[in-house]
């Protein structure tokens, strides 16, 4: 399986280095030196990472035969793509890459159907399911686990536990109405959190 793992930025200094834009929660794993990398356009590669460093919080590498900035500028905007297992799985056990996880049934720990995971969104407070209802309509859940209770890989399924409004928006209007004779009522908050990116 081919999965983008960044996109080659602006050269950097004269000696050809190229800013990269990661898309991979593992780079020391992905870029790291030798590593060998398809590219789109596919005229632009192969390349071979001979050297990575950060620098200002960026990550900067330099391939094998580029050795100028016009050869390095001529990178701009490429994609680098590594060919990963399928299966291979992140190291923490509780993680998975974004591939594993789209397609995934979404449903209710009563088996209700709640819709299909087409995206994952990866916001700085946390990551979202992009599901897609039945109806065609979307819905955002967020990936923590006190929303999202069980990944099962080999039933392709998520079971979810959602606040009251989360995926139902006439649940939300009804408890606002409830609480409107009560004095005011307070919506249910996620919890942060943190999950993998595609590698």
Not at 5 to 19: L, N, Q
Not at 88 to 106: A, F, G, K, N
Not at 115 to 144: A, K, N, W, Y
Request: proline share 7%; charged share 30%; glycine share 10%.
């Amino acid at each position: 399986m081919q999965l983008v793992v960044a996109r080659i930025g602006r050269a950097h200094g004269i000696k050809g280095e190229v800013t990269v834009e990661v898309r991979t929660d593992e780079p020391e794993l992905r870029l790291g030196p030798g590593a060998v990398l398809a590219t789109d356009p596919a005229s632009a590669g192969p390349l071979t990472i001979e050297t990575g460093r950060v620098h200002s919080g960026r990550l900067l590498l330099r391939f094998e035969g580029v050795r100028d900035r016009n050869a390095a500028e001529a990178l701009r905007n490429t994609l680098l793509i590594a060919d990963v297992d399928p299966d291979e799985r992140p190291e923490e056990p509780d993680e998975y890459y974004d591939h594993q996880l789209i397609d995934l049934d979404v449903v209710l720990a009563d088996g209700t159907e709640v819709g299909r995971i087409t995206e994952i969104s990866h916001l700085p407070s946390q990551d979202l399911f992009v599901v897609e209802r039945p109806d065609g309509s979307e819905v955002m859940i967020p990936f923590v686990e006190e929303i999202v209770t069980d990944i099962d890989l080999e039933e392709q399924k998520a079971v979810i536990t959602p606040p009251p409004g989360l995926i139902d928006d006439r649940a939300e209007v009804a408890s606002a109405r409830d609480a409107a004779g009560t004095g005011t009522g307070s919506k249910a908050e996620a919890g942060l959190g943190d999950a993998e990116d595609e590698s």
